[in-house]
């Protein structure tokens, strides 16, 4: 079945350095979701992308789509204490996730 | 508006007895969906459900879960027999259409099997 993994698991950054990550899938998607999960509290929705090579941008968060539609990256400019949290992004199969990856501010 | 609510918010129970995790969905949200999460882990699908109907129940792990819809908007999860194993945070999401949509999440159940 269809399988999405992002790396890195973990990241940590001094407050104004930027963040990215990034996320794979074994299969094509037809689309691909990103989340934001705060310590202690659940997932919230961001952002979909649908079209091969799309970029989207919300203030200082840039999220791409691959041209092959298997890949997908959320870059974070000048990080802020509020960016901390998981970041997960989602294939549409059963909106299967990854692990996350974990992003910590350092002030 | 109100978002998706689901009680209890912590559930403690012991190996061996049965539970059921209550969800809320928003209004009007005809998909509904369960997971469940483990510390340091993305959500699992569990189920989803598209109506009143389990569209996909792949994700369960095996026989001892269960989850029902009767009316198209409140959905139970039920777990008989309780392992430890079992012990997770259980998140329900809705949202208006199929998985290509925007899906909401309640702020979970966290059951612990003690």
């Known amino acids: 079945g269809q399988q999405v993994m992002q790396i890195p698991q973990y990241q940590h950054v001094q407050e104004g350095e930027d963040f990215t990550t990034y996320c794979n899938s074994s299969t094509t998607l037809s689309n691909i979701q990103w989340y934001k999960q705060r310590p202690g509290g659940h997932p919230v929705f961001l952002i979909q992308l649908v079209k091969s090579g799309e970029v989207k941008k919300q203030k200082r968060l840039t999220f791409q789509f691959g041209e092959a539609k298997k890949n997908s990256s959320l870059h974070i400019t000048a990080t802020q204490t509020t960016d901390v949290g998981t970041y997960f992004c989602a294939g549409p199969e059963k909106l299967v996730f990854g692990k996350g990856t974990k992003l910590t501010v350092n002030p | 508006g109100a978002g998706v609510s689901q009680t209890p918010s912590n559930k403690v129970t012991e190996k061996g007895k049965y539970v059921e995790l209550r969800c809320d969905p928003i209004?009007?949200?005809?998909?509904l969906y369960w997971y469940r999460q483990s510390l340091g882990q993305g959500p699992e699908f569990l189920i989803y459900?598209?109506?009143?109907?389990?569209?996909?129940d792949s994700g369960l792990p095996n026989d001892r879960f269960f989850a029902v819809r009767p009316e198209g908007s409140v959905s139970t999860l039920k777990i008989q027999r309780t392992e430890r194993g079992d012990s997770a945070v259980y998140l329900c999401a809705s949202s208006d259409g199929g998985s290509s949509y925007e899906q909401y999440f309640g702020p979970g159940t966290r059951l612990t099997v003690t």
């Open positions: 459900f598209q109506g009143t109907g389990a569209a996909d």
């Open positions: 209004s009007g949200h005809t998909a």
